[in-house]
Nanobody, 124 residues
């Protein structure tokens, strides 16, 4: 059974940095993609960034501002998502997702597995 194990959430001061990590446990494949989605309080889940097992990256929505970085280790099925100069609007729940398809897309329906989510709170 595949499980996505997330870590790195918590309380961070505005202007600081935050790194979220996700590892797919029980998963084995050469072709896949992993992504991070953000669900702000009272809003829907929005895709932020994705990386494929071949190293191709995608940034979506607010992540296009330049404060977000995604890196991955395909051999370990692990992905890291770093947010610099965090703002209160970055608060919410961040979900890791994995798809067995080769590409990335900012759509929830594309992804086969989801993590439980990690809570991020940015204090102003």
């Amino acid at each position: 059974q595949v499980q996505l194990v997330e870590s790195g959430g918590g309380l961070v001061q505005s202007g600081g940095s935050l790194t979220l990590t996700c590892t797919a446990v029980g998963f084995s494949s050469e072709n896949f993609a992993m992504a991070w989605f953000h669900e702000a309080p009272g809003k829907g889940r929005q895709g932020r960034s994705c990386i494929t097992s071949s190293g191709a990256r995608a940034l979506w929505g607010d992540a296009l501002e330049g404060r977000f970085t995604i890196t991955g280790d395909s051999a370990k099925a692990t992905v890291e998502f770093k947010i610099d100069r965090v703002r209160p609007a970055d608060s919410g729940t961040y979900y890791c997702a994995l798809t067995t398809r080769r590409g990335c897309a900012p759509s929830e329906g594309v992804f086969d597995y989801w993590g439980q989510g990690v809570q991020v709170t940015v204090s102003s």
